[in-house]
């Protein structure tokens, strides 16, 4: 899929506050089945962008406004290709070995009761994809998906046990039952691009990825109940939400943030799909 994007984040304050700063994790990386052909990202107020990269090699942009500030505009635009590789990854530098995506942070504390049910959904097959198929089959089943942009996801074994989770939520989830099964997992935080058929995922969306041999990393999203095509564009990696963040912010007051987000897609080329058994 050849597609031009625009996200737009609208972020207001009750009152001025006096200071704010963010960390941005709103550029894409290409590899084998996403190609950046142009990205940028703008913040209005004005402020000097840093750029770099945090330890799981995501890009990150940060910044610095002072005020007092009431309200701030960040765009994040540009051209993509992305590829239907039905959900392999392949072509990102992996600066960590397998055992850190094995280790349990409090988001993705599976808890008694996920990793018995991740047991229970992959005991009738013995291959390792089919079983993630099976276990991302089950949690769709069990869990409602109820979109909720703006909130920061709760731990997993809090929405296993609530039934129904947003797209952060959900993968989280999905993390906490693969390591529970010894199988190394990680956050997605990215943008479906889909303009039908997927009520309640867009600007901001989410997914799992796990390492199964001889394939590598494989995607799963649980929300839709699919491995990512090319309708999904991946922005960020890490153990959890809160390190694959798109944006994080702190601000010196004592009101709430409010954060709406808009995104456009013009698509200008789509391939075909191809499905993974």
């Not at 625009?6 to 590899?31: C, D, H, K, W």
């Not at 079983?131 to 909720?148: D, S």
């Not at 990215?190 to 199964?212: D, K, N, Q, S």
Request: hydrophobic share 45%; glycine share 8%; with cysteine.
């Amino acid at each position: 899929m050849r597609a031009s994007v625009q996200l737009q984040l609208q972020i207001s304050y009750a009152e001025p506050v006096r200071a704010v700063n963010q960390i941005l994790r709103l550029t894409p990386r290409g590899f084998d089945s996403q190609e950046i052909k142009e990205w940028r990202v703008d913040v209005f107020p004005d402020a000097r962008l840093r750029r770099g990269e945090d330890a799981f090699g995501n890009c990150v942009k940060s910044c610095s406004h002072d005020g007092p500030l009431d309200s701030l505009t960040i765009t994040a635009e540009g051209e993509v290709e992305t590829y239907d590789s039905a959900g392999v990854v392949r072509g990102l530098p992996e600066r960590f070995p397998l055992d850190v995506y094995l280790r349990q942070v409090e988001a993705t504390h599976a808890g008694k009761d996920l990793a018995a049910f991740a047991q229970d959904a992959i005991a009738s097959d013995k291959d390792p994809l089919a079983r993630m198929h099976l276990l991302m089959g089950a949690l769709q089943k069990t869990l409602a998906f109820a979109p909720a942009e703006t909130e920061a996801p709760r731990p997993a074994k809090e929405v296993f046990a609530s039934r129904a989770g947003s797209a952060r939520e959900l993968a989280q989830v999905f993390v906490a039952a693969a390591r529970s099964l010894d199988i190394p997992a990680r956050f997605i935080s990215g943008i479906f691009l889909g303009l039908e058929g997927a009520e309640g995922a867009g600007a901001h969306h989410a997914w799992a990825e796990v390492h199964v041999e001889p394939y590598g990393w494989v995607a799963f999203d649980s929300a839709l109940g699919y491995c990512p095509r090319d309708e999904h564009l991946r922005l960020a990696q890490a153990l959890d939400y809160f390190g694959a963040a798109p944006r994080r912010a702190a601000w010196f007051g004592y009101v709430r943030e409010e954060s709406v987000a808009t995104l456009g897609v013009n698509i200008g080329r789509q391939a075909a799909w191809q499905v993974q058994q």
